[in-house]
């Protein structure tokens, strides 16, 4: 039996190419037309394999701001002790919210996080381990939204 392709291709009466697939029960179209039938099923591979290693990001909760995620993020937080519920908290609000809060989560790129932690020491005055937990609660509201 032949693999089913994943997606659909489809001409336009302009002879370009639209690629769509469905997920989430939610038919999602590539954000631009593909000059070769090629191309198309090039960038469906691509958006398979993102899906494959799980860094697929769903186009329409990458325009969700951060700041409303990160809300969200923490009332999914469990299992952990109140007092590191306050100090984690308490990162977001003050190094997190302030630098990424009112940019669409699409939009953070990894420059701008590599720019942000670098920023932490000089910026702030953080201490080095206070940087690294940062990193690390944005990391972990990041991928949650993945």
Same mark, same amino acid.
């Given at each position: 039996?032949?693999?089913?392709?994943? /997606?659909? @291709?489809?001409?336009?009466?302009?002879?370009?190419?639209? $690629?769509?697939?469905?997920? *989430? /029960?939610?038919? *999602?179209? +590539? %954000?631009? #037309?593909?000059?070769?039938?090629?191309? $198309?099923?090039?960038?469906?591979? *691509?958006?398979?394999?993102? !899906?494959?290693? /799980?860094?697929?990001?769903? %186009?329409? =909760?990458?325009?969700?701001?951060? $700041?409303?995620?990160?809300?969200?993020?923490?009332?999914?937080?469990?299992?952990?002790?109140?007092?590191?519920?306050?100090?984690?908290?308490?990162?977001?609000?003050?190094?997190?919210?302030?630098?990424?809060?009112?940019?669409?989560?699409?939009?953070?790129?990894?420059? +701008?996080?590599?720019?942000?932690?670098?920023?932490? /020491?000089?910026?702030?005055? @953080?201490? %080095?381990? #206070?940087?690294?937990?940062?990193?690390? !609660?944005? =990391?972990?509201?990041?991928?949650? $939204?993945?």
């Amino acid at each position: 039996m032949a693999r089913r392709e994943f /997606g659909s @291709l489809r001409k336009l009466p302009s002879g370009r190419w639209q $690629a769509s697939y469905w997920m *989430n /029960g939610t038919r *999602n179209v +590539a %954000p631009m #037309t593909f000059s070769t039938r090629t191309d $198309a099923r090039r960038w469906l591979v *691509n958006v398979e394999t993102e !899906i494959g290693r /799980g860094d697929w990001v769903d %186009p329409l =909760n990458a325009r969700v701001l951060f $700041a409303q995620w990160a809300e969200l993020w923490k009332t999914t937080v469990v299992d952990l002790r109140p007092s590191t519920l306050a100090r984690d908290f308490g990162y977001v609000d003050r190094y997190l919210v302030p630098s990424f809060g009112s940019r669409e989560l699409g939009q953070i790129s990894v420059t +701008a996080v590599r720019t942000w932690v670098a920023g932490l /020491g000089t910026d702030f005055g @953080l201490a %080095p381990a #206070t940087v690294v937990k940062a990193g690390q !609660i944005l =990391n972990k509201i990041m991928r949650s $939204a993945v």
